[in-house]
T-cell receptor, first 110, second 113 residues
Framework: EDQVTQSPEALRLQEGESSSLNCSYTVSGLRGLFWYRQDPGKGPEFLFT???AGEEKEKERLKATLTKKESFLHITAPKPEDSATYLC???????????FGQGTRLTINP | EPEVTQTPSHQVTQMGQEVILRCVPI?????FYWYRQILGQKVEFLVS????????KSEIFDDQFSVERPDGSNFTLKIRSTKLEDSAMYFC???????????FGDGTRLSIL
């Protein structure tokens, strides 16, 4: 069964303190690994898609990387507005569904 | 920027009643999805829809559920005879292709009393 696990469940950082979020996946024949941001009471907002091991994508203070077993979301010099829950989702070859992890709740203190 | 819109934002229904959740996907997208998120749990896939038919569904999506694209813009999820355990946030999503990013609406919070 396809599974996605994220760690840590919650992370509290000071403004400017860089860190990484982890997403481990066991998805048969990964087609794509997706990162989303979810604010309270809102739907997931698309951030990145990674398709193959070694691929990296960047957007402002965020960089996503992918290996054959896991993905990392690196956040550099975060600001309070980066506070949100970050979701990782895998999609298997031939499938349309996304399999989500439980998310990492990130809090950036000023 | 184009977005997925869902109505209503909150629906309160008595157990056993039917409910219809509505979504307007992004206009040039071809694939449509429903997911749900029970409070404190993961986002779970329910169903995908392409070319006017269900293309994939989960075990959750049983005979109680149905989807429809009644016109060129709306996509609906119907839940017949609702149960207490159907209480959740229901998200609609759409994508341009199967490997393309799925874009989500802000959800309908369904509360079954």
């Amino acid at each position: 069964e396809d599974q996605v696990t994220q760690s840590p469940e919650a992370l509290r950082l000071q403004e400017g303190e860089s860190s990484s979020l982890n997403c481990s996946y066991t998805v048969s024949g990964l087609r794509g690994l997706f990162w989303y941001r979810q604010d309270p009471g809102k739907g997931p907002e698309f951030l990145f898609t990674l398709y193959s091991a070694g691929e990296e994508k960047e957007k402002e203070r965020l960089k996503a990387t992918l290996t054959k077993k896991e993905s990392f979301l690196h956040i550099t010099a975060p600001k309070p507005e980066d506070s949100a829950t970050y979701l990782c989702a895998g999609q298997a070859q031939g499938a349309q569904k996304l399999v989500f992890g439980q998310g990492t709740r990130l809090t950036i203190n000023p | 920027e184009p977005e997925v819109t869902q109505t209503p934002s909150h629906q309160v229904t008595q157990m056993g009643q039917e409910v219809i959740l509505r979504c307007v996907p992004i206009s040039n997208h071809l694939y449509f999805y429903w997911y749900r998120q029970i409070l404190g749990q993961k986002v779970e896939f329910l169903v995908s829809f392409y070319n006017n038919e269900i293309s994939e569904k989960s075990e959750i999506f049983d005979d109680q559920f149905s989807v429809e694209r009644p016109d060129g813009s709306n996509f609906t999820l119907k839940i017949r005879s609702t149960k207490l355990e159907d209480s959740a946030m229901y998200f609609c999503a759409s994508s341009a292709g199967t490997a393309q990013p799925q874009h989500f609406g802000d959800g309908t919070r369904l509360s079954i009393l």
